[in-house]
Nanobody
């Protein structure tokens, strides 16, 4: 069964770091497009970072220099390392992957940046 499951969210102070992980099953780890999105309260969901063809990485402007997306081949997961977090990064973060012409989503993990 194709599934995605995020973990690693939580409450962090401004300037802190979090590492989100997206566990995969059902073969979706071999997707040619995996991505992290986020959705803040009252706002549209937006892309944070993507990996295309398992190696080409792209980031939203707000993520460049602070966030890093990566694949963990040993654990069939992909991760989002987030550094220098600011309150505006507060959102629910979702992992997503394209597989057999369908886009799959995890359930989301809450990230709150607050002092």
């Amino acid at each position: 069964q194709v599934q995605l499951a995020e973990s690693g969210g939580g409450l962090v102070q401004p300037g802190g770091s979090l590492r989100l992980s997206c566990a995969t099953s059902g073969g979706i780890f071999n997707s040619n497009r995996v991505a992290w999105y986020r959705q803040a309260t009252g706002k549209q969901r937006e892309v944070v970072a993507t990996i295309i063809n398992r190696r080409n990485k792209d980031y939203a402007d707000f993520a460049k220099g602070r966030f890093t997306i990566s694949r963990d081949n040993a654990n069939n997961s992909f991760n989002l390392q987030m550094n220098n977090l600011i309150p505006e990064d507060t959102a629910v973060y979702y992992c997503s992957a394209l597989w057999n012409w369908q886009t799959y989503w995890g359930q989301g993990t809450q990230v709150t940046v607050s002092s």
